[in-house]
């Protein structure tokens, strides 16, 4: 099946879904900050008439509702090697834990790659799945997320993560 999308109805607001064949290439939130190309995303589908989409919508129902605590769809993110490595490692924090992004800088060998390692999570298509929201700042703080803090700041809790308290932003 070609590249196709749909939007699911979420707790965290209408997610963007964009799949080809049999996997999932991105999940994106309302204003997300990098959000596909609008000739990207293919053609439009329904949710419910879509095998994959339903199963994430399922399976994305089940974690928001504590019952899940991983993902078991395909993937195919794009993205280039140094991405696609910061990714792989976003898949191994154990849920209801947090890192920083130094930390995941000196797990890949360099503490000066800090700033890329946080590029390369701001740009992580695969939201929620792929969980970038457990990267936090030096201190523990909520930092950038391409769905919003207040929506880190959800799925942290959701997941029973420390949060360090913060003033609310809305």
Not at 10 to 23: D, M, N, R, W
Not at 52 to 57: Q, V
Not at 94 to 118: H, I
């Given at each position: 099946?070609s590249r196709r999308h749909a939007t699911?109805?979420?707790p965290?607001?209408?997610l963007?879904v964009?799949?080809?064949g049999e996997?999932?290439?991105?999940?994106?939130?309302?204003?997300h900050?990098?959000?596909p190309?609008?000739?990207?995303i293919?053609?439009?589908?329904?949710?419910?008439?879509?095998a994959?989409?339903?199963?994430?919508?399922?399976?994305?129902d089940?974690?928001?509702?504590?019952?899940?605590?991983?993902?078991?769809?395909?993937?195919?993110?794009?993205g280039d090697?140094f991405?696609?490595?910061?990714?792989?490692?976003?898949?191994?924090?154990?849920?209801?834990?947090t890192?920083?992004?130094g930390?995941?800088a000196?797990r890949?060998?360099?503490r000066?790659?800090?700033?890329r390692?946080?590029?390369a999570?701001?740009r992580n298509?695969?939201?929620?799945?792929?969980?970038?929201?457990?990267?936090?700042?030096?201190?523990?703080?909520l930092?950038?997320?391409?769905?919003?803090?207040?929506?880190?700041?959800?799925l942290?809790?959701?997941?029973g993560?420390?949060v360090?308290?913060?003033?609310r932003?809305f």
């Amino acid at each position: 099946m070609s590249r196709r999308h749909a939007t699911l109805s979420t707790p965290l607001g209408e997610l963007l879904v964009v799949a080809e064949g049999e996997a999932l290439l991105g999940i994106y939130f309302p204003g997300h900050w990098h959000p596909p190309a609008a000739g990207t995303i293919g053609v439009e589908v329904s949710a419910r008439d879509d095998a994959l989409i339903t199963r994430l919508g399922v399976e994305l129902d089940e974690y928001l509702a504590g019952a899940r605590t991983g993902f078991e769809l395909p993937t195919a993110a794009d993205g280039d090697e140094f991405q696609h490595l910061v990714w792989g490692m976003l898949r191994e924090i154990p849920l209801g834990t947090t890192v920083t992004y130094g930390e995941l800088a000196v797990r890949l060998g360099d503490r000066n790659l800090a700033r890329r390692v946080g590029n390369a999570v701001g740009r992580n298509p695969l939201s929620i799945i792929v969980p970038c929201h457990r990267v936090v700042g030096a201190d523990g703080s909520l930092t950038g997320y391409a769905g919003g803090l207040e929506r880190k700041r959800f799925l942290l809790e959701l997941e029973g993560a420390a949060v360090v308290a913060q003033a609310r932003l809305f």
